[in-house]
């Protein structure tokens, strides 16, 4: 668990997590990956924030213009 914990910080450390997001938690969650599934889960994270943060830009754009 601390190993992963390790790694899991070094992953989120450049992230702003949101705040009822608990390492220590989602290390115990996390228990039956290896540390190639942590990298692809951590990824995996950031695309689908970004893709959201972007549609959420492109339609408050949409409604801009719209206007």
Known sequence: E????????TLTQNISL???ISLKDF????????ASDLVDLVSRGKHNY???ALRQRFLHFIILVAQ
């Not at 290390?27 to 290896?34: E, I, R, S």
């Open 2 to 9: 601390d190993e992963r914990r390790e790694i899991l910080q």
């Open 18 to 20: 949101a705040p009822d």
């Open 27 to 34: 290390c115990v969650q996390t228990a039956a990956l290896v």
């Open 50 to 52: 970004m893709k959201r």
